[in-house]
């Protein structure tokens, strides 16, 4: 991702990732059909990049819902046992964190442990 966290819209990167694996697979029938070698490749490599990337959707769709609240992402910091984070406001009623120093905000989801993602 080469947008800001907070800019994230979960909806579409949904959409977005649906609509390129179809698109995907289609050139990849195609490149191998006409025997076309290089493109194949090239297909592979970003497929296995998308392949790498998907377990990680459900946590961006669910810490960008918009019924987050500030009290959730406490609850997400002390389950982590982060450094406590500064609250931005990105629309009315919404909030999302900063990065704290030493904090790689792309890295959550192998931090948080599985009863908080799964709201137990």
């Known amino acids: 991702l080469t947008n800001k966290f907070v800019y994230l819209n979960s909806v579409e990167l949904e959409e977005k990732i649906e609509l390129f694996n179809t698109n995907l697979s289609k050139a990849m029938k195609y490149f191998h059909k006409n025997d076309i070698e290089k493109q194949l490749n090239i297909s592979i490599y970003i ?3 998308i392949t790498e990337f998907l377990p990680q959707v459900p946590l961006l769709v669910t810490l960008r819902n918009p019924g987050m609240r500030e009290r959730h992402w406490e609850t997400i ?15 009315p009623n919404r909030s999302l964190p900063t990065s704290p120093k030493g904090v790689n905000l792309t890295s959550l989801s192998d931090a948080i442990p599985g009863s908080v993602l799964n709201g137990e």
């Open 47 to 49: 497929r296995n990049q």
């Open 77 to 91: 910091i002390k389950e982590i046992k982060a450094a406590p984070i500064t609250m931005i406001k990105t629309l």
